[in-house]
């Protein structure tokens, strides 16, 4: 089985960043695409950013210029790095994985969820 654990939400101010980050463990032999989701109140979870294994990135128009996504392979980490940030950001963040495992082969994987709130 696999676990992605999210860390790094709160609440900030408009203009403010913050940093997410995303451990994934458990039985993996390879991680594929990462990414970071995010779903607001009354609203349908939306894309904000991939990362493929190469390190090839995509952005949704809203955090494009704002974010960035990045990951750490060695620890089997992603990470989203939020500036700028705007009251709209508001939502809960899921960390997305791709994984394939030793023992029941390719499957995705989410994480908890962690919340972020940007006062304005």
């Known amino acids: 089985q696999v676990q992605l654990v999210e860390s790094g939400g709160g609440l900030v101010q408009a203009g403010g960043s913050l940093r997410l980050s995303c451990a994934a463990s458990?039985?993996?032999?390879?991680?594929?695409?990462m990414g970071w989701y995010r779903q607001a109140p009354g609203k349908q979870r939306e894309l904000v950013a991939t990362?493929?294994?190469?390190?090839?990135?995509n952005y949704a128009d809203s955090v494009k210029g704002r974010f960035t996504i990045s990951r750490d392979n060695a620890k089997s980490t992603v990470y989203l790095q939020m500036n700028s940030l705007k009251p709209e950001d508001t939502a809960v963040y899921y960390c997305?994985?791709?994984?394939?495992?030793?023992?029941?082969?390719?499957?995705?994987?989410w994480g908890q969820g962690t919340q972020v709130t940007v006062s304005s």
């Open positions: 990362i493929t294994s190469s390190s090839t990135t």
């Open positions: 458990g039985s993996i032999f390879s991680i594929n695409a």
């Open positions: 997305n994985a791709d994984v394939t495992t030793f023992y029941s082969g390719h499957n995705n994987y």
